[in-house]
């Protein structure tokens, strides 16, 4: 049997499809690259949380909008990872409002976001 050394999509046409997207501002969902940089992870991270939020409460992206005080189009921006639109302090405020707890590891490169609320994880043990 003949090996095929074909990848599917062409090599040609793969790259085409990610140039396109990479320049669209419409509802394109963006992936982080492979040699994303430590910010851009965590804002990535962040949309991913407030995406998970708004789908785990069944909100539509009008009432996301109305609950964080943003536009629309923010949001899209938001729930489509465009992190190169986006403001780190803008998405932590964000994240914020809607009670969502960061937990930042710097030494792993984890950004872990929870929709529990800050206090409670700030809350020292009593001795």
């Known amino acids: ?7 599917f999509p062409p090599q040609e046409e793969f ?9 669209s501002d419409k ?10 940089s430590y910010t851009e992870k965590m804002k990535y991270n962040l949309c991913k949380s407030i995406a998970r939020y708004e789908r785990e409460n069944k909100l539509s992206e009008q009432k996301l909008a109305k609950k964080l005080g943003i536009t629309h189009t923010q949001v899209e921006k938001i729930l489509f990872c465009h992190i190169d639109k986006l403001n780190l302090e803008e998405l932590t ?3 914020g409002t809607l009670a969502l707890s960061l ?3 710097s030494r ?3 950004v872990n976001v929870s929709q ?4 409670k994880k700030a809350t020292p043990k009593a001795h």
């Open 27 to 36: 509802r394109t969902n963006f992936l982080l690259p492979p040699d994303a």
């Open 1 to 7: 049997m003949a090996k095929n050394n074909s990848t």
């Open 116 to 119: 529990e609320h800050v206090w």
């Open 103 to 105: 937990e930042i590891n």
């Open 108 to 110: 792993d490169n984890l």
């Open 93 to 95: 405020n964000l994240a």
């Open 15 to 23: 790259e085409r499809v990610v140039k396109k997207a990479r320049s």
